[in-house]
């Protein structure tokens, strides 16, 4: 299982750096994809990272303001967010991942909330 944490109350244009950590395996041989979901809204993809450390995919509106990575070692993988926006506010998940394709290939976890208010 795939634990995510690290959100929470951020004001516009701010950053937060989300994690992702594994439960009873090993996190270094998945392909990893971070997606989000806003209120009724449907869940969306914003960036995977493969298995070497490549990130794969990026939807549009995270280019040039998210950035996923991951540490191995420490079975980890990051997604730094920065020029945070109101509307990135939702619930952010991690999820193995098919590559390329960036599909969701394994259970979906509790997520953690990220609230973008002043």
């Known amino acids: 299982q795939l634990v995510e944490s690290g959100g929470g109350l951020v004001q516009p244009g701010g950053s937060l750096t989300l994690s992702c950590t594994a439960s009873?395996?090993?996190?270094?041989?998945?392909?990893i994809g971070w997606f989000r979901q806003a209120p009724g809204k449907q869940r969306e993809a914003v960036s995977c990272?493969?298995?070497?450390?490549?990130?794969?995919l990026a939807n549009d509106f995270a280019r040039g303001r998210f950035t996923v990575s991951r540490d191995n070692a420490a079975t980890t993988v990051y997604l730094q967010m920065s020029s945070l926006r109101a509307e990135d506010s939702g619930v952010y998940y991690c999820?193995?991942?098919?590559?390329?394709?960036?599909?969701?290939?394994?259970?979906w976890g509790q997520g953690t909330q990220v609230t973008v208010s002043s």
């Open positions: 009873g395996f090993t996190l270094a041989r998945y392909h």
């Open positions: 990272i493969n298995d070497s450390g490549w990130a794969f």
């Open positions: 999820v193995p991942v098919d590559n390329p394709g960036c599909r969701p290939a394994g259970s």
